[in-house]
C-alpha cells in the first residue's frame, strides 16, 4: 500500500534526518524552558530577525515540503487548516485550528472530515483565501514535478493513488468538496482519526490558481501568513522576509510575529554558527538556527560558561534510535537471541557516544517518551544503565550457544552519531562481556538505506532510527509493524517482517478513533505488546540543544518539534 | 631497511660495478656527520619500538585501546574526560578520549603500528613494483619500454587520494583493513619510482663493464641482477626514504576520510577526526595524533634527507640544518682515494641521481605541506 509513496517517504526519512544530523542529537533533563533571555521586558515588535542555517531552503514550494507541523520558517509564510500549537513543552504537542475555525469535524466513522474557514483571511496581495485554493494546493502535491512531501494524502484520499494532479488532470479530484468558499469536505478511504495532524501540514496551504506557475512557484510563494517572501537567493541561501501587511492577528492565534524582518542565511558549517551564535556579536545578537543542534564538544564548552548556558534551549523531538533484527536471518530467528542482545546492550555508553546525558535519554519503550505519543513505559528486558551481561549469556545458553555467538552488525558511515560506528563500537564493546562477538560492517550512507530497507538484502542485526510525522503512535508504529506494509519490491520500513493479525486489527481499530488521548492511549499499548517480540532494542531518544543570540526572547520549544519555534521570538 | 640493501651491496662480487666497495662505510660516515639525521633516526628508531612495543607498554599501563571507561567522563558535559589536562593519572598516561572514556595512549601506540605498518607496507610494494616496471622497460624492447612507460605515465597522472577513495569504498569490509590500505597506496602510488629507475637503468645500461658483461654473453636476467641493480639501489633508497613519510600522511588522510582502518582499530589519522570538533573542550585530544604525525612525519623526512645527502652529497640541499657540510667534505677528502677507480661512471650516475633528487624535492614539499595541514586539522 505505500509502494505509490515509496519515494516520498524515503524522502521524508532523509529530511527528518536531516534536520538532525545538523549537529549531534542530545538530550537532557526533561525541564523545558521556556525562558527568555536578554532581559525582563516584555517582548516587542520590531527588529530583525538573523536565522544562521546550514541547509538553503531549497524547496519552498508548499507542495515540495516535507514539514512535521507546517516547518518553521516555511509556517511564517504557510498558514495551513489546522497547526501545532504553539507552547513549550507536552502542551506544544496538541494540534489546533489555523485557517480553520476548528479542527475539523469527522462523520461516517472518521471518512469524511470538514472544515470551515476563518472570515476575512486575506494573502499577501489583498485577495480573499478561499477553500478552492485548499483543494488546488492539495491537488498540485499530487504532481510529478512537485513530489517531496508526505505519503499520507496518496493513501487516504478517495481517487489519490491514481491523481496525477491539475497540470495533467483538469477535473481534479472528486473526493476533496468545496460547496462554497468557506468550506471543504475530504472524503478518505478508510477511518483516519488523525486526519487533523495531517492537516498541518504545508500542502494544505492555499495556492491561488492564477498565482501558480509550476515549479517556479517557489520563487515567490503566495503568502498567507505573517511574512512574505522578499527575496530569495542562490535556490533558497539567502531569504529575506518582510510582513505581509494583509495579515492580521486577529485571525491567527498562533503565530506572534514580532520581528519585523527575518532575514535567513544558509549555508553555513554548523561549528561556525555555534561559533557566532556564542559570541553573539552585532546581527548575531539578535540571531537563531532552525538547524543546527550543538554537538557534544560543543556542549562541553558551553556548560563551563554559566552566561552562555542560559542562552541553550532544550527540546523533545518524537525520535528513537534503535537495534533492528531481520527475524528471517539465524540467528535472530530465534527470539533468545534477540532477548539476549536486548539485555546486553549498555545504554549508558551508547547514549555517551551519541552526546552525554544531556543529549540523549535511554529508550526502553518504541514510542517516544511524550504523553502525545502515548507513552506507556515498559521494559521488558531490563538491562539498567549498563547492561546485564550474565542474564544474556543465561539465554544464549538456552538458545544452544553455550559458547556465546558471533554476529554482524551493520551501521553506516554517517557521521550523524546515530546510526554512525561511534554507536556500533560501543554496542560491541558491551556485547563482548555477554559472550556475543561483533563484526562491524559499516556501509556508505546512501548503500546502508537501501540494503536496510529492501526485504532481499536486509541484514540481520542493524542500527536504525526513526522520527515522527507528527506526534502521535500512528505514523511511528503503522510504518513499521503494520503486515499489511512490508514492500516486496521498494522501500520497505517494517523491518521485523512483522505481520500480525491482532496488531493489524488494532491498528485500524485506533484509525477510527478521533478521540486523540484515547487513540494515543491505545498506541501506547501496542507499542507495549509488540515490545515483547524484541523485533527491535530501543536505544535512545535525542535531546536537541540549540543556542540563541543574547538579544533573542520569548523562546517557544514544544514537544511537537523540540527545536525553538521561529514565529514566537521577539528581537526588541 | 635501507641498511639491509645497502648492506647487501658491499660484498658485491663486481668490484667495477658498485660505486667502490666502500660504499657502505662511506655511506655510515656520511650520515654519521650530519646530527639532524642522527636525532631523526633516533626519534623513527624510538618510534618504532613504541609500535612494536605497543601491548607490552599497555600493559605496564594496565589499559587496552578498545575498552570503555564510561566513569571517566561527564556524561552531561558531552562526555568530556574529568579531571584536569584530559583525565591524566598514574592509569591512564595521557588521558582519556571524550565520550568513551578509551585509553589515549593505548590508542597512540596502537595507532602508530597502523600509522608506521600501513607507510612502510606501501612502500615495499611501491618500490618493487617500481623497480620492476622501471628495469623492465629499460631492458625491454621499444614495444615493451612503450607499453610500460605509458602505463607509468597514467598511474603517475592519477590522483592518489580520490582513487584510494573510490577503491576502498569497494572493496567488500571483510579484507583485512590495514593490508588493503598498504596495497591500495602502493599500488596506485608507484610511478614516479618506476620512472626513476628507467632513467637510472637506461644510464648505466650504457656503462662500459655493463657492455662488458653482455658481450661475455651474460643473460639479460643475469646483468640485471648482478650489474643493474647494486647500482640502482642509491636513487632506490633515497626516493623510498621520502616515499615512507608521504605514506604516513596518505594513510592518515584517508583514515581522516573515513575510508582507512575501521574502528575500533585505532589510527592517527582516525584520531584526528574525531578530535577535531574537541579543539576547544580537550585540547590534547587533538594534539597527541597531530603531534605525533608531526614527530613522525618530520623526523622520517630529515632521515630521508640525510641518506640522500649522504648517497649523494653533491645533491644535498645548501640551506638544510646540519647536514654538517664542513665536516662532511673532510670525510670526503680522506676518501677521495677509495673513489677515484669509479671516476667516469659515478659522472653519470650522479647525473640521474641529482635528477631523482630534483623530483624528491618536490614531493617532499607537498609532504611536508600536508603533514603541518594534518597538524592544523
Known sequence: ?572 | MSEAIVASQAPGTDLASVPGASGARQFWRRLRTQRAALVAAGVVALLVLLALAAPLLTAIEGQDPTTYHPSLIDSARGGVPVGSFGGVSGDHWLGVEPQTGRDLFARLVYGARVSLGVALGATVVQVLVGVVVGVAAALGNRWIDQLLSRITDIFVAMPLMIMSLALLAIVPSSFPRPLLVAFVIGLIAWGNTAKIVRAQTLTLKGLDYVSAARLSGWNTWRIARRELLPGLAAPVITYAALLVPMNISAEAALSFLGVGVKPPTPSWGQMLTAANVWYQAAPQYLLLPAGALLVTVLALTVLGDGVRTALDPRAASRLRVGTGRKREAKADADSKKATADADSKKATADASAKMAATEADSKKATADASAKKEAEA
Open chain 1, 1 to 572: 500500500m505505500r509502494q505509490p509513496s515509496v519515494i516520498a517517504r524515503r524522502v521524508a526519512a532523509a529530511s527528518v534526518t536531516l534536520v538532525v544530523a545538523a549537529g549531534a542529537a542530545a538530550c537532557g533533563p526533561k525541564d523545558n524552558d521556556a525562558k527568555g533571555a536578554g532581559g525582563d521586558s516584555k517582548p516587542q515588535k520590531g527588529g530583525t530577525l538573523t536565522v544562521l542555517n546550514a541547509n538553503p531552503q531549497e524547496d519552498f514550494d508548499p507542495a515540495r515540503l516535507y514539514t512535521s507541523g507546517g516547518g518553521n520558517v516555511p509556517s511564517l509564510v504557510f498558514r495551513t487548516l489546522t497547526t501545532r500549537n504553539r507552547e513549550s513543552g507536552a502542551a506544544g504537542a496538541k494540534v489546533v485550528p489555523d485557517l480553520a475555525t476548528d479542527t475539523g469535524r469527522p462523520s461516517e466513522n472518521a471518512t469524511v472530515w470538514t472544515y470551515t474557514l476563518k472570515k476575512g483571511l486575506k494573502y499577501e496581495d489583498g485577495t480573499p483565501i478561499t477553500s478552492a485554493d485548499i483543494k488546488y494546493g492539495i491537488e498540485r502535491s499530487f504532481a510529478a514535478e512537485l513530489s517531496g512531501g508526505a505519503p499520507y494524502l496518496r493513501d487516504w484520499l478517495i481517487g489519490g493513488a491514481d491523481y496525477q494532479g491539475p497540470y495533467k488532470d483538469k477535473k481534479g479530484l472528486a473526493s476533496i468538496e468545496t460547496p462554497d468558499d468557506l468550506t471543504i469536505v475530504f472524503h478518505l478511504n478508510k477511518p483516519e482519526g488523525e486526519f487533523p495532524y495531517l492537516a498541518t501540514q504545508t500542502q494544505f496551504t492555499p495556492v491561488p490558481k492564477a498565482k501558480d506557475k509550476g515549479t517556479k512557484y517557489e520563487e515567490h510563494p503566495i503568502s498567507s501568513g505573517p511574512y512574505k517572501v522578499v527575496k530569495n537567493e542562490n535556490d533558497g541561501e539567502r531569504l529575506t522576509l518582510e510582513r505581509n501587511t494583509y495579515w492580521s492577528a486577529a485571525t491567527d492565534a498562533e503565530r506572534k510575529a514580532y520581528p519585523d524582518k527575518i532575514d535567513v542565511r544558509s549555508g553555513l558549517d554548523s561549528s561556525v554558527i555555534n561559533q557566532r551564535l556564542s559570541a553573539s556579536q552585532a546581527a548575531d545578537a539578535a540571531a537563531v538556527t532552525t538547524d543546527t543542534n550543538l554537538g557534544p564538544a560543543e556542549l562541553a564548552k558551553v556548560t563551563g560558561d554559566k552566561a552562555l548556558a542560559a542562552r541553550v534551549g532544550t527540546g523533545h523531538f518524537g525520535y528513537t534510535n534503535y537495534i533492528a533484527f531481520n527475524p528471517k536471518v539465524k540467528p535472530f530467528d530465534d527470539p533468545k537471541v534477540r532477548q539476549a542482545i536486548a539485555y546486553a546492550v549498555d545504554r549508558s555508553s551508547v547514549i555517551n557516544a551519541a552526546g552525554g546525558s544531556s543529549l540523549a535519554e535511554a529508550a526502553t519503550t518504541y514510542l517516544p517518551n511524550q504523553k502525545s505519543f502515548g507513552y506507556t513505559p515498559y521494559d521488558h528486558f531490563p538491562a539498567g544503565a549498563s547492561g546485564n551481561p550474565a542474564k544474556a549469556k543465561e539465554l544464549l545458553k538456552e538458545a544452544g550457544h553455550p559458547n556465546g555467538i558471533t554476529v554482524t552488525l551493520t551501521h553506516s558511515n554517517d557521521k550523524d552519531f546515530e546510526t554512525s560506528p561511534e554507536i556500533a563500537t560501543a554496542l560491541q564493546d558491551a556485547l563482548k562481556k555477554a559472550g556475543i562477538t561483533v563484526k562491524l560492517q559499516g556501509l556508505e550512507v546512501n548503500d546502508y538505506k537501501d540494503k536496510i530497507h529492501s526485504v532481499k538484502s536486509e541484514p540481520g542485526f542493524f542500527l536504525a532510527h526513526w522520527g515522527a510525522d507528527w506526534p502521535s503512535g500512528g505514523p511511528f508504529l503503522a510504518p513499521i509493524f503494520d503486515g499489511r506494509q512490508i514492500v516486496k519490491d521498494g522501500a520497505n520500513f517494517n523491518t521485523g517482517f512483522l505481520d500480525d493479525k491482532s496488531v493489524n486489527g488494532e491498528i485500524d481499530a485506533i484509525n477510527k478513533l478521533t478521540n486523540l488521548d484515547e487513540a494515543a492511549q491505545r498506541w501506547g499499548a501496542l507499542d507495549k505488546k509488540i515490545g515483547e517480540q524484541a523485533l527491535t532494542v530501543p536505544l535512545f531518544h535525542p535531546v536537541y540543544k540549540r543556542l540563541y543570540g543574547s538579544a533573542v526572547k520569548n523562546i517557544v520549544i514544544s514537544d511537537w518539534t523540540g527545536v525553538l519555534d521561529i514565529s514566537q521570538v521577539a528581537v526588541k
